[in-house]
């Protein structure tokens, strides 16, 4: 991807949810010169979230001078000729395309062994300890954006927070008890940080009645990343852009 966006004059994202406008910001932050192009159906960015996000993730897109298209749509993608169609009928002449319209859980593992644990949608469909509803296999959890959970805007800290729900009903399991610890989602879960470009970012935080809103300079491009790896015993991936920051002294 990251080959194919330096060598595009006019690249189009499509979808304003966290992929979407993180992909727009970071590609016009490190090309300035290119035209970059978020197309999103709905009148605002970051729908899913609170109106405050909303508005900061949009200056973020302006500041860097992304071209955004709100409440239009992509009907037609034309790899060949390099043109993408919108339903109000602009003709967009693109070399790259990204879609980042949403995510589909691949819940493929189970389909034949227990196809009623899937729901219409895709997702797993579990007990509140985290277990398949399928009486069949009480041994078998499922955890994190693949699970259907009542869970807003699914996010890493729910999944982990799941990911201990099932760890303590496992343990209780091999002691042969039963499993009791049931996953509820709490809404500090909900916290987003969102990058808008390489050096900055906005985190957001909302029980659905009030919300706080900070914006931040960043100097690790990788987003804390490196961190991660190191906390699951990983050496941490380096490219040789990140080489030549270390070198740089910006990481
Ligand atoms: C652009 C973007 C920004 C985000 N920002 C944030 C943020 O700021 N804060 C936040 O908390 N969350 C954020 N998220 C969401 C977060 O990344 C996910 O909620 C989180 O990664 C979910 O964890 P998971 O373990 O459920 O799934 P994943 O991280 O998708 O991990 C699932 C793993 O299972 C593997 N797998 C799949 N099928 C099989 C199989 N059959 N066998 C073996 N392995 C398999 C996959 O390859 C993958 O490695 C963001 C997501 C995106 C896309």
């Known amino acids: 991807m990251q080959q194919r966006i330096a060598k595009a004059d006019t690249v189009v994202v499509v979808g304003g949810g966290a992929a979407g406008v993180e992909v727009a910001t970071d590609a016009k932050s490190f090309y300035p010169d290119k035209h970059i192009i978020l197309v999103h159906s709905r009148a605002a960015v970051m729908h899913r979230f609170g109106k405050d996000l909303q508005t900061a993730a949009l200056e973020g897109l302006k500041r860097l001078d992304v071209e955004v298209i709100l409440e239009d749509r992509v009907i037609e993608e034309d790899d060949a000729n ?7 009928g602009r003709k967009i002449e693109c070399n790259f395309f990204i879609n980042c319209t949403g995510q589909k859980p691949n819940s493929s593992i189970l389909s034949t062994l227990s196809p009623n644990s899937i729901s219409s949608s895709g997702y797993i469909k579990v007990k509140p ?12 959890y499922s955890c994190g954006d693949v699970t259907d959970m009542d869970v807003p805007t699914p996010n890493a800290r729910s999944a ?3 990911s201990v729900v099932a760890a303590e009903n496992i343990l209780l399991a091999i ?6 610890h049931e ?8 916290l987003i940080k969102l990058t808008l470009g390489l050096d900055r970012s906005v985190t957001h935080l909302s029980d659905g009645k009030s919300d706080i809103l900070w914006r931040s300079k960043e100097k690790d491009d990788a987003l804390m990343a490196a961190q991660c790896w190191k906390s699951l015993g990983q050496v941490p991936f380096e490219d040789d852009y990140m080489q030549n920051q270390k070198e740089e002294g910006q990481v």
């Open 82 to 88: 390099g043109t993408v169609t919108l339903k109000s």
């Open 129 to 140: 300890t985290l277990q398949l509803v399928d009486e069949k296999y009480q041994n078998i």
């Open 160 to 162: 982990m927070q799941q």
């Open 175 to 180: 002691d042969g008890k039963v499993p009791k």
């Open 183 to 190: 996953y509820q989602h709490t809404w500090p879960e909900s």
